[in-house]
C-alpha cells in the first residue's frame, strides 16, 4: 500500500517558518515526481511547488516564489516543503502527492489531474 504521511504543519505567526516533511512508503521513491498543493478553506486546491525525480528540476506557484522551497532526499524516501515568511494567506491543509513521469508525462508537473498518490494533509495556520 502506497502512502504519503505529510506532517510538520502548525500555528505560527505572520512571518514565521516551517518545514513540511512527506515521508513515503510502498513505492519506488525515485521513480516518482513529487509535488505540494494546499487548500485554504472555502477555496479550490492550488499548486504550490514540484519536483523532479532528481530534484534539479522544480517549479514554484508566483505567490511562493522565494519564500518555499521544496526538496527532496531520495535516501530517506522524504520530501519537504521549507516555508519562511509565511503570511495569513498561506494558511491551508497542505498536501504531497506523487506521480511517475512515464508514457509521455512530463518530467515534473503542477497540474493534480496528472498524480498518482495524495497524502492526508497538515494543516498550517499562520495567524498572529
Known sequence: EVQLQASGGGVVQPGGSLRLSCAASGLVFDDYALGWFRQAPGKEREGVSCMSISGRSSYYE????????????????????????????????????????????????????IYDYWGQGTLVTVSS
Open 62 to 113: 508566483d505567490s511562493v516564489k522565494g519564500r518555499f522551497r521544496m526538496s527532496r532526499d531520495n535516501a530517506k524516501n522524504t520530501a519537504y516543503l521549507q516555508m519562511n515568511g509565511l503570511k495569513p494567506e498561506d494558511t491551508a491543509v497542505y498536501y504531497c502527492a506523487a506521480f511517475e513521469p512515464k508514457g509521455g508525462r512530463s518530467a515534473y508537473s503542477i497540474d493534480p489531474s
